[in-house]
């Protein structure tokens, strides 16, 4: 796979969106998520292990460690890969590099399911995806010697990978004006945490016809459908919470949003924004009309490229600050973690991710029964939501790191209220 | 198939509880059975263990007892038995209960705490007391103590009940100093001219009501706090 006398020249940049999390790091908390697909048979390990191998040639920012350099955390190429381990009982556990030879994701396996968790530094949900789809065509096609045929998501793993697949591309469209980040904070739901660091994840499985219906209904997409219920679920616990209405405060929920749809990169890094769509409950209570009206309007004057190009050029700018690049690491760490922390998750209450629709290739879909999106537990918000939808089931998986299932539970009421059928699956401890 | 008769979900076969409220599944039908696999693996991961705060607490108050067995020795040397060194005991008390204590707990248990803070100080005000043989502590060390527990432990609920906002804090926080100014001077006057005075209180009491109730109306200002802030902006 690689040449062994250059293969320690081969490094690269951290993207524009990944440079915070090296920082950010703690012992105890990495920015990780996970994507898994269950199969329609029990995964044979040495073969996952195989494809695994085969994967990450054509993944070379997979393929990486992270290295300090004096101004900037830099990947470095990694010979071989992680171990494939067994799931445990919880998804995305603290990854410690060093016992993982190195990688920032990992591959884990439980009955039929393949799961990769992946540090965050690596590359977005999109990039996470592609990733998982290759991995599972390269078991399929080791394992039952299934055909299947490739393209941008599913990448031939014996073709050399692109220059673009591992391009910077916030750099390469930033422009020149950026807009403010500042925003009022968001309030933010509490609980008890778990002292063994238990993460709990509730999956909740929804026939998408169902929510697409009602989404039309109402003129609006899944994504600000699902955005608006879990902001009435969040404004319920606040109400229930805060004795007085004047110390309420917004109610925010961070939905990611993918910039591979404005622009034409195939990048398997980082390319993302986001924004906070919410309601601020101090002016009235707000009923899920009212609310959607908000997320949609919301959604619809902000994701654009223009302004999505300004929150971008923002972080490039401050990126390419000549007196901050020339800041050494330490320094620049500690005013990162500082960031972070002042930033970070405080502007939401929660966050929904959402993949969309997944679609696999027949060839492959045949084996495929199922595949989840989940995001590990955020810094500050406690409860944190992944989504997408495949053959016909949209998978909704809540992840917290508090005892208490508050949110999950308005949520999902929330939504058989509003005559939508859920079944809920848990790794509740019995 | 199985619902919860709480929350309207269907449950997976995996689930003996409702995952969302823990009610049991209740199916006369159709008892929950384990299934043969679950969702998520009974194995749990070693993640790294947390530091052991209460450990580290008694590490750090082992190391405070060198300077009180120090002290202690060279004192009782110089054949004066127990007297200056007596103060860094007590110091060292104090520092251990204000700082050391709440590691061992696991929660910061707001009430007990300050109280058990403001409780040492009193203790170490009455060991300065006796050792420097004064008639001081219950006339005018305790109750000044206590005012600024009063206002410490006052001002910390009301933040803790939602008073959020940045300049509300600010506002009642210079109220409270400019009541506790006063209270001090009440009781220091009480202890030493046996009788209320006003001096010097009122005056720093104005200007801290003052531009207390002023940033309690600027924080309602919205309008007026944007002009500041877009005048202001750097």
């Not at chain 1, 991995?135 to 793993?157: F, K, Q, S």
């Not at chain 1, 998750?345 to 629709?357: A, E, V, W």
Request: include cysteine.
């Amino acid at each position: 796979m690689t040449d062994k006398k250059t293969a320690h020249k081969r490094w690269m940049k951290l993207d524009n969106a990944a440079k915070i999390y090296p920082a950010a790091k703690r012992r105890r908390w990495k920015a990780l998520f996970r994507l898994s697909a269950t199969l329609t048979e029990t995964v044979d390990p040495a073969v996952l292990e195989e494809a695994q191998h085969a994967a990450l040639a054509r993944f070379p920012g997979f393929a990486t460690k992270l290295k300090k350099g004096a101004f900037w955390y830099y990947m470095e190429h990694n010979e071989g890969g992680p171990p494939v381990e067994p799931d445990g009982a919880y998804p995305c556990p603290p990854l410690n590099f060093r016992e993982n030879n190195g990688f920032m994701f990992r591959v884990r396996y439980h009955g039929k399911r393949i799961a990769v968790e992946i540090f965050h530094a690596l590359t977005d949900g999109s990039g996470g995806l592609c990733f998982l789809k290759t991995l599972v065509a390269e078991y399929l096609r080791i394992r039952y010697g299934a055909d299947i045929p490739r393209d941008n998501e599913i990448l031939d793993c014996t073709a050399p990978p692109t220059p673009g697949e591992t391009e910077d591309a916030y750099l390469k469209y930033a422009r020149d004006i950026g807009r403010s980040r500042r925003e009022p904070d968001a309030y933010y739901l509490k609980g008890t945490r778990e002292t063994d660091g238990y993460i709990h994840s509730v999956t909740g499985m929804i026939p998408v016809d169902e929510v697409l219906k009602r989404a039309k209904e109402k003129q609006v997409s899944l994504t600000e459908y699902l955005t608006a219920a879990l902001i009435m679920a969040v404004d319920k616990i606040q109400r229930r919470k805060i004795w007085h209405q004047k110390l309420y405060k917004p109610v925010k929920v961070c939905v990611p949003i993918n910039l591979r749809q404005f622009y034409p990169t195939n990048t398997m890094r980082n390319f993302a924004s986001y924004v906070n769509p919410g309601i601020d409950p101090r002016y009235g209570q707000y009923d899920f009309d009212e609310a959607l009206n908000a997320v949609h309007h919301y959604m619809r004057a902000e994701v654009t490229e223009k302004l999505l190009n300004a929150k971008i050029s923002t972080n490039v700018r401050t990126e390419k600050h000549a007196a901050l690049r020339l800041t050494p690491l330490f320094l620049k760490n500690i005013a990162m973690k500082w960031t972070f922390a002042r930033v970070g998750d405080r502007k939401s209450s929660t966050s929904i991710s959402n993949l969309g629709l997944v679609r696999l290739p027949d060839e492959m879909a045949r084996y495929v029964a199922r595949i989840d999106f989940l995001l590990g537990p955020l810094s500050r918000t406690k409860v944190a939501c992944g989504a997408l939808s495949y053959q016909g089931v949209l998978y909704l998986n809540f992840t917290r790191t508090i005892r208490e299932s508050v949110l999950e539970r308005e949520f999902f009421r929330y939504l058989v209220r509003l005559g939508i059928p859920v079944k809920v699956e848990s790794n509740d401890r019995w | 198939m199985s619902y919860c008769v709480n929350c309207g979900v269907e449950l997976a076969d995996s689930e003996k509880r409702c995952p969302l409220c823990h009610v049991e599944v209740q199916n006369p039908k159709a008892p929950w059975e384990e299934p043969p696999e679950r969702p998520y693996s009974h194995h749990v991961n070693t993640i790294m263990k947390r530091i052991d705060r209460g450990y580290l607490a008694t590490l750090v108050g082992l190391l405070l007892f060198i300077p009180c067995v120090v002290t202690v020795l060279l004192d009782i040397l110089s054949g004066n038995g127990l007297t200056w060194s007596a103060y860094v005991i007590g110091a060292v008390g104090l520092v251990y209960v204000s700082v050391l204590m709440p590691f061992y707990f696991k929660k910061y248990h707001t009430l007990a705490f300050l109280s058990a803070d403001f409780g040492a100080v009193a203790l170490y005000l009455f060991l300065i007391e006796r050792m420097s043989g004064g008639h001081w502590f219950l006339g005018l060390g305790l109750p000044l103590t206590a005012a600024a527990g009063v206002c410490t432990i006052g001002l910390v609920f009301l933040f803790a009940r939602g008073f959020s906002m940045i300049l509300m804090k600010i506002g009642v926080i210079m109220i409270t100093i400019g009541l506790f100014l006063v209270c001090v001077e009440t009781l220091t006057s009480l202890y030493v001219h046996g009788a209320v005075r006003f001096a010097w209180s009122l005056y720093a009491l104005i200007p801290c009501a003052s531009l207390g109730a002023a940033t309690l109306i600027l924080e309602r200002r919205k309008s007026l706090k944007e002009s500041i802030r877009r005048r202001l902006f750097y």
